[in-house]
């Protein structure tokens, strides 16, 4: 069970709600009432409660878990131990996702302003707002309603936060837009400068940067990340992408919707990624590059060039994945392969 310092359990749920809820189909049409308190993992389960198999690496812990509810896929759904009903569903971790969503809901903030925090009579706050001690929100400033702002958090002057967002500890906010339902963490810094400089033999003359950071609805930032300014165009976080731990997005950059960038990745100013494109941790992204939609990025690689639509690509300079396999595979044989009179 989830530590109850922390998380507040809002179950039990019985079985016909937790099928309502996860929307998959059940196999056994008995015991529609049977209740079920928590969500656990596959080893650690009790028949009161909820897992999920949705990986295949984990087919033993689903074959000898003792839970009593399992979410799986269909070819799975006849191997459940004695005593575990399952939910069937195409997509066990959404499902799974939807259930635990349920048992552990993201707290209603209760709306209230600490005396020690600093807020310009010029700012607009909406209703219902958790605002911490130590947040600064400067003249001209714009929140929705129940929005939660961390502790230490700063808000410059001029910046519009929608409804419902959630905004963590020691982040820093200027020149930047942003959406509905945008979760913030702790130590975030959007919308400084952009690295921007013109070179010159006497010295490095700064640009200046006149952008913004633009931020769709339903977005979600990790901890760490900085996103700059734009230096004329803005920089644009599309709706509904996810960005990871300690990810930098320079000035410029354009990052379409729902896309995925885990942690490490550095993306360099002037660059278009298109929808639903997933990077992997640790990817450099040079600039003034085309990465188009539903592109796969495999980490630690290096992108060099412009990339089209549905590419799987991998490798340092980056290229189509079936390419960077053969190449290390062939790198992999000269290896073993004996040179020299000695065979060293």
Same mark, same amino acid.
């Given at each position: ?6 998380? =507040? ?12 809820i ?31 198999? #949705?990986?295949k690496?984990?087919k033993?812990?689903?074959?000898e878990?003792a839970a ?7 070819d ?5 131990p ?25 707290p209603v ?22 605002i911490a ?12 309603? =129940?929005?939660?702002?961390?502790a ?7 910046c519009?936060?929608? =409804?419902?967002?959630?905004?963590g500890?020691?982040v ?14 702790p ?8 690295f ?5 033999a ?16 339903d977005?979600?930032?990790?901890a ?9 165009? #803005? ?16 000035? =410029?950059?354009?990052i379409?919707?729902?896309?995925f ?12 990624i ?37 590419e ?33």
């Amino acid at each position: 069970m989830a530590d109850g310092r922390f998380f =507040n359990n809002a179950g039990p749920f019985s079985l016909a709600e937790l099928v309502a809820i996860s929307g998959a189909s059940r196999v056994d049409t008995a015991a529609q009432s049977k209740l079920y308190a928590d969500v656990q993992p596959l080893d650690s389960a009790t028949p009161s409660d909820v897992s999920f198999l #949705d990986n295949k690496k984990y087919k033993q812990s689903f074959l000898e878990t003792a839970a009593g509810l399992c979410i799986v896929r269909p070819d799975m759904a006849d191997s459940a131990p004695p005593g575990t009903q399952v939910l069937v569903t195409a997509d066990p971790y959404a499902a799974y996702a939807r259930v635990a969503g349920a048992f552990y809901p993201v707290p209603v903030p209760k709306g209230a302003i600490s005396e020690f925090a600093h807020i310009d009579s010029d700012a607009q706050i909406g209703e219902n707002c958790l605002i911490a001690p130590g947040v600064h929100i400067a003249a001209g400033v714009t929140i929705g309603t =129940n929005c939660v702002i961390g502790a230490h958090t700063s808000i410059a002057a001029g910046c519009q936060i929608g =409804n419902d967002a959630r905004i963590g500890a020691s982040v820093s906010l200027q020149y930047c837009l942003v959406g509905h339902s945008v979760i913030i963490h702790p130590g975030v810094c959007i919308g400084q400068d952009g690295f921007g400089f013109a070179p010159g033999a006497q010295g490095h003359l700064k640009v200046p940067q006149l952008g913004r950071v633009i931020i769709g609805d339903d977005v979600e930032i990790g901890a760490n990340t900085t996103i700059d300014r734009g230096t004329g165009p #803005d920089t644009v976080i599309g709706t509904g992408t996810k960005i990871d731990n300690l990810v930098q997005i320079g000035h =410029n950059a354009e990052i379409g919707r729902h896309c995925f960038i885990v942690a490490h990745v550095g993306i360099s100013g002037s660059t278009k990624i298109g929808d639903f494109t997933m990077i992997g941790g640790q990817v450099g992204i040079a600039g003034h590059l085309k990465i188009g939609a539903g592109v796969k990025i495999a980490a630690q690689s290096g992108v060099m060039r412009d990339v089209a639509d549905g590419e799987t690509i991998g490798g340092s300079p980056a290229q189509p994945m079936k390419t960077w396999f053969r190449e290390i595979a062939m790198v992999q044989k000269l290896a073993k392969t004996k040179v020299g009179k000695h065979g060293q």
